[in-house]
């Protein structure tokens, strides 16, 4: 089942913040975020790992709820570089031997931000 | 730029016909998935090979099927091309099958008619 992501979509002016939230209804070991712009691949911003772990390259922090099986994304003092939509990919605990179940995307959110 | 190619870009087919989309995964990767992306949704996942061998699946028919050859790059194929099948279809490699951060090429833009 694909994780819920809110809002659908934001317009933000340049220099505010944005929140973006993903929340699973399955115990989760990892989210993924994505942002995607028009005709172009997925790029990645933040994986967040069960037990705390993060890792990002971004000036993007992120946090994970593993009780609530909840993500947020958070976007400060946003540029005009940050427009594009936004998915959550999740990967839910695996069983004993289990293969790969790869990533569930989120709908995505569209964040426009205007000068 | 991730490192990731596909190829075609773009591709347009008919209804019944098969098609073969290609991905060379970035250097060091030995795992790559297969995802299929509609307009207007998020990425669905297709297939995984690590190795060259499938390491798993998701909820798509057996006419959906794939390569990896020793090289890491794969190929996904699709029989009997069907409308539905209209989509962006996503490749993304890691460097291990795990728990790892997937790089995703820019896609091969398939329409059927």
């Known amino acids: 089942q694909q994780p819920v992501q809110s809002p659908q979509a934001v317009i933000l002016r340049e220099g505010e913040d944005a929140v973006i939230n993903c929340s699973s209804s399955?115990?989760?070991?990892?989210v993924h975020w994505y942002r995607q712009k028009h005709g172009e691949a997925p790029v990645f911003l933040m994986i967040l790992l069960k037990g705390g772990e993060q890792k990002g390259h971004e000036k993007i922090s992120a946090s994970f709820n593993e009780k609530k099986q909840q993500s947020s994304l958070y976007l400060t003092a946003s540029q005009l570089s940050y427009s594009g939509t936004y998915f959550c990919?999740?990967?839910?605990?695996?069983?004993?031997?289990?293969?790969?179940?790869?990533?569930?995307f989120g709908k995505g959110t569209h964040l426009i931000i205007q000068p | 730029e991730t490192g990731v190619t596909q190829s075609p870009t773009h591709l347009i087919k008919t209804r019944g016909q098969q098609v073969t989309l290609r991905c060379s995964s970035q250097s060091g990767h030995n795992t790559v998935s297969w995802y299929q992306q509609a307009l207007g949704q998020g990425p669905q996942f297709i297939f995984q090979y690590y190795r060259e061998e499938e390491n798993g699946r998701g909820n798509f028919p057996p006419r959906f099927s794939g390569l990896q050859f020793p090289n890491y790059s794969s190929e996904l194929n699709v029989n009997a091309l069907e409308l539905d099948d209209s989509a962006l279809y996503l490749c993304a490699s890691s460097w291990d099958r795990g728990i790892n951060i997937q790089y995703f090429g820019a896609g091969t833009r398939l329409s059927v008619l």
């Open positions: 399955k115990a989760l070991y990892s």
């Open positions: 990919g999740t990967e839910s605990l695996r069983g004993l031997g289990g293969g790969a179940d790869g990533l569930t």
